[in-house]
T-cell receptor
Framework: AQSVTQLGSHVSVSEGALVLLRCNYSSSVPPYLFWYVQYPNQGLQLLLKYTSAATLVKGINGFEAEFKKSETSFHLTKPSAHMSDAAEYFCAVNFRDDKIIFGKGTRLHILP | AAGVIQSPRHLIKEKRETATLKCYPIPRHDTVYWYQQGPGQDPQFLISFYEKMQSDKGSIPDRFSAQQFSDYHSELNMSSLELGDSALYFC??????????????FGEGSWLTVV
């Protein structure tokens, strides 16, 4: 069955530390993959997307993600966390049938 | 650049009432999606339209209906509202003619509170 899984509903990192948010998918064909960020009481903002071009995708706000087919993963990283990165992050997948399916989300907490 | 516009941004209704949410997609986008995000939940796909025809259907209750009009804007109609319908409703749009993968852009959402 096709699915998307985010490991860890809450992740805490210190300001300046590496951010790693995990996303795995299950699909018979490589899907299109996205990361969205949602700040409190706001909408969904696209961070980056993978559409079968380069496997390392750079997004906004210093985030990047790497598509690894062998691991069926699309983890989101940022070298140095900033207080303003505190938000909910959603991994989303398009299994090539038009609509997007979201993971359960990961709340990122930044510790001073 | 123009984004997806949703109205109203906030709506309070009583149980058993009816509510209508409107969505204006990005210009030249022909596909509209509706999602429902409950408190602390991930967005759940409700329904989508392509060129004014329903293209896909998700977990949309029978009490809800939606349509896309000739100007590509869409409306989500919700009747016999229940407390559990309180959520953030997102509209999103994409351009199906944009290539292999058309990015879906989301609006800011409409907050519906049922009391």
């Amino acid at each position: 069955a096709q699915s998307v899984t985010q490991l860890g509903s809450h992740v805490s990192v210190s300001e300046g530390a590496l951010v790693l948010l995990r996303c795995n998918y299950s699909s018979s064909v490589p899907p299109y993959l996205f990361w969205y960020v949602q700040y409190p009481n706001q909408g969904l903002q696209l961070l980056l997307k993978y559409t079968s071009a380069a496997t390392l995708v750079k997004g906004i706000n210093g985030f990047e993600a790497e598509f690894k087919k062998s691991e069926t993963s699309f983890h989101l990283t940022k070298p140095s966390a900033h207080m303003s990165d505190a938000a909910e992050y959603f991994c989303a997948v398009n299994f090539r049938d038009d609509k997007i399916i979201f993971g359960k989300g990961t709340r990122l907490h930044i510790l001073p | 650049a123009a984004g997806v516009i949703q109205s109203p941004r906030h709506l309070i209704k009583e149980k058993r009432e009816t509510a209508t949410l409107k969505c204006y997609p990005i210009p030249r986008h022909d596909t509209v999606y509706w999602y429902q995000q409950g408190p602390g939940q991930d967005p759940q796909f409700l329904i989508s339209f392509y060129e004014k025809m329903q293209s896909d259907k998700g977990s949309i209750p029978d009490r809800f209906s939606a349509q896309q009009f000739s100007d590509y804007h869409s409306e989500l109609n919700m009747s016999s509202l229940e407390l559990g319908d309180s959520a953030l409703y997102f509209c999103a749009s994409s351009n199906s003619r944009g290539g292999a993968m058309n990015t879906i852009y989301f609006g800011e959402g409409s907050w519906l509170t049922v009391v």
